[in-house]
């Protein structure tokens, strides 16, 4: 019988920030390719309804509390995980924010929080598992970034220097941990609505500029990121490592409307 690359029966999977968004959608595709789930929110009351959906598909699936911004909380939710199960294969950074400003209304705070969230915390729940991923020579690591790992806009600039960072961040892992058997890689959605940035998409007309600018003519709908995660965590990827796989409806080619 011909291998299934893509099949991840077998493996246990966490998913950071799953209490809702892209990251039950990260989730329900993992599991979905036959992943067992440990997922995590600052309250692991808010996955409950989550877990009772992934249990429905016939996966294991178990929710911790984690704030990413917070050493000790990291380094707990680790150490409860790999007491609680031994090891895991696979680990979605996604936990992120996001205060949408112009950067001249930028606070002290308003910076400290986004790049404490999305790089600073991304980089030390790696920390957390990499020992125990070096130790049984496997892991697959995916880092979620976003269209801002490579493109700047308005309004975000903290968070386009923290998904920014991110990218970076990946590739010099990827280097670090490449010898002991670990893939480290980012995924970067393009534009998909979320809680964050729903209020952009009240707006017809910021709607039409961006759909415009992406060659597919469309916004990304969150199961356009379910093959991306799986291929990223999957055996199908054993080669690839520090790459950024962009999922954007191709608005990194830079097109707009032609003019001549």
């Keep these: 019988m011909a291998h299934n690359f893509f099949d991840l029966t077998g493996k246990r999977a966490v998913v950071t920030g799953a209490s809702r968004g892209l990251g039950q959608y990260f989730g329900r595709a993992l599991a979905k390719a036959g992943a067992d789930l440990i997922v995590s929110a600052r309250k692991k009351e808010d996955c409950r309804e989550f877990i009772k959906e992934v249990q429905g598909l016939g996966r294991e699936c178990t929710a911790y509390d984690l704030d990413v911004r917070s050493e000790d909380s990291i380094n707990s939710f680790a150490k409860a995980v790999l007491e609680d199960f031994g090891s895991i294969d696979i680990l979605?950074?996604?936990?992120?924010c996001n205060r949408r400003k112009p950067a001249l209304d930028v606070?002290?705070?308003?910076?400290?929080?986004?790049?404490?969230?999305?790089?600073?915390?991304?980089f030390f729940v790696c920390k957390a598992f990499g020992p125990s991923m070096i130790a049984r020579r496997y892991?697959?690591?995916?880092n979620?970034?976003?269209v801002t790992c490579v493109f700047g806009y308005a309004g975000l600039v903290p968070y386009s220097a923290s998904r920014g960072g991110v990218m970076q961040l990946t590739k010099a892992l990827a280097d670090d941990w490449g010898a002991h058997g670990i893939n480290v890689n980012c995924l970067a959605p393009g534009w998909f609505k979320t809680k964050q940035n729903e209020v952009l998409y009240q707006n017809e007309a910021w709607l039409q500029y961006i759909c415009d600018r992406i060659p597919l003519k469309r916004p990304g709908q969150p199961n356009d990121l379910d093959g991306a995660v799986v291929f990223l965590a999957s055996d199908a990827c054993e080669y690839i490592t520090g790459q950024v796989l962009l999922v954007d409806g191709g608005i990194t080619t830079g097109a707009t409307k032609a003019t001549v």
């Design 139 to 142: 892991g697959k690591i995916i």
């Design 92 to 96: 979605v950074n996604n936990a992120g």
């Design 107 to 122: 606070s002290w705070d308003d910076w400290n929080t986004i790049l404490e969230t999305n790089l600073r915390g991304t």
């Design 144 to 146: 979620i970034g976003s």
